[in-house]
Each structure stands twice: as C-alpha cells, then as structure tokens.
C-alpha cells in the first residue's frame, strides 16, 4: 500500500506560481509518481510523471514551459512548482503511484486527495 498527501493548493492571480507537494508512505516500492488534474466538468488529465529514483521527468505540452516536476527522496515528497498560472490551470490537482511508467489514469495504483488550485484573471 502507498498513502499520497498533496498540499499546496489555493488561489492565485493569473501570471502567479504555486508549488504543490506529494508525500508518500507505505510499504509498496514506488516507479513513478504522476501528477493529475481535473477541472469542473473535465476528464482528469495528465500534467506529468517524474521517475522516484532517477528523476526523470516528463510533462505535457502544454505545461512544459511553465511547470517543473522535481523530487526529494530523503523527504519522500514530489513537488509540482506551477509558474506564469493561467485560468485554464484551474483544477483539483492530484498525485499518483505506478510501479511502472505511465501516462493514463489506469497505470497509477494508488491515489491522493487532490488539492484545488484556483487561478483568477
């Protein structure tokens, strides 16, 4: 089992940055750690996947130049830092674990909470 906790979120204005945290616990080994987003009547759609032990990372097109995945084992924690948010970045933002690389929804086992970013233009 893995526990996932994110933190982070709440409103911004347009052009702002946000950093949004993924804790992990629990016993089961982790691949890779995927971030989500849903906004209100949406599918929840990829953001991007980060390795847990090598750190590489991957991010979709449209957020690529804007927010960076990175990871600190020692603390167990993925971190999202959001850049130049958008409005159309509004969303409840959500953590996720594989085993193995990913990019849909059916790949990740194990869940966060999510956490509501807010972006006002």
């Known amino acids: 089992q893995v526990q996932l906790v994110e933190s982070g979120g709440g409103s911004v204005q347009a052009g702002g940055s946000l950093r949004l945290s993924c804790a992990a616990s629990?016993?089961?080994?982790?691949?890779?750690i995927g971030w989500f987003r849903q906004a209100p009547g949406k599918e929840r759609e990829l953001v991007g996947v980060?390795?847990?032990?090598?750190?590489?990372?991957y991010s979709v097109d449209s957020v690529k130049d804007r927010f960076t995945i990175s990871r600190d084992n020692a603390k167990n924690t993925v971190y999202l830092q959001m850049n130049s948010l958008k409005p159309e970045d509004t969303a409840i933002y959500y953590c996720a674990a594989a085993k193995s690389y990913g990019v849909s929804r059916r790949d990740f086992d194990y869940w966060g909470q999510g956490t509501q970013v807010t972006v006002s233009s």
């Open positions: 980060i390795s847990w032990s090598g750190g590489s990372a």
């Open positions: 629990g016993r089961t080994i982790i691949g890779y």
